[in-house]
Structure formats: C-alpha cells, structure tokens
C-alpha cells in the first residue's frame, strides 16, 4: 500500500508564511509527479502547484500563487514541500498532496494517491 501523509498546516496572520510537508511511503516503485491542490468551502478542488520527479524536477504553478509560493522536493526522502508566504486570506483551504506513483506488488500499477489534506486557515 502506498500512503500519502501531510504535515504543516494551521493558523497564519495575513502576510505570514507556512510550510507544507507530505511524505510518501509503501511499496512504492517510482513517483513520477506529486502535487498540492486546496479546497475552500463551496468551491472546487483547485491545482496550487506541482513537480515532476525527475532530474531538473520542473514545476508548474496556479496564477494565483506564483511568485509566492514555493514546490520543492526531496527524492531521497520521498518528500514533497510547499513553502507559502505573504499569505492572504483566498488562501485557506483544505490542501491535500496528491502523486502519480507506481507501487510495487503482483503486478506493478501506477495510479494517482492522494493525502488526507491538511487545514490552512489565514485570518488576522
């Protein structure tokens, strides 16, 4: 089994900064590409940013947050990170991780995991 977990969020002041973890773990063979997506209230699930994990590892992010954040991995680790700054409050949202990963058993399945999500909340 292959589980993605986030770590990281809570309660920020407007302007201020926080920074997003999800760890991968399980029989996994290759993580091609992982991702952070949010949730608000009454909205869509939105893609903020991702990377591909690869050598050179390229990224993409949403409009909205380009310039602010930061994606960023770690392969070694099977880590993904999501450094937030000057946060504003469209922000908050439920983030969850989302990866491509190809896990080992029987036979071996690629197919998309996603995390549990993890809560930010940008309010003075």
């Known amino acids: 089994q292959v589980q993605l977990v986030e770590s990281g969020g809570g309660l920020v002041q407007p302007g201020g900064s926080l920074r997003l973890s999800c760890a991968a773990s399980?029989?996994?063979?290759?993580?091609?590409?992982m991702g952070w997506y949010r949730q608000a209230p009454g909205k869509q699930r939105e893609l903020v940013a991702a990377v591909t994990i690869s050598s050179g590892g390229s990224t993409n992010y949403a409009d909205s947050v380009k310039g602010r954040f930061t994606i960023s991995r770690d392969n070694a680790k099977n880590t993904m990170y999501l450094q937030m700054n000057i946060l504003k409050p469209e922000d908050a949202a439920v983030y969850y991780c989302n990866a491509q990963i190809a896990a080992m058993g029987t036979v071996l399945v690629t197919r998309t995991y996603w995390g549990q999500g993890t809560q930010v909340t940008v309010s003075s």
């Open positions: 399980g029989n996994i063979f290759r993580i091609y590409t």
